[in-house]
């Protein structure tokens, strides 16, 4: 029964730290794709300021 309990305790703190994992990596990505917006949009903002 004790084995059985250990068992039980190890895969749900394995579920834990994977959904960590994954919520870690979900907002690393998010800030990627922010940084990009913005290095796009200064682009865009660079190329507009040499046409005037």
Do not use: F
Request: hydrophobic share 40%; aromatic share 4%.
């Amino acid at each position: 029964m004790l084995l059985y309990e250990l068992v039980r305790l190890q895969g749900t703190v394995d579920q834990k730290l994977q959904r960590q994992r994954h919520r870690l990596s979900a907002r690393q990505l998010r800030a990627e794709l922010r940084e990009r917006r913005r290095a796009e949009q200064a682009l865009k903002e660079l190329r507009w300021a040499r046409l005037c």
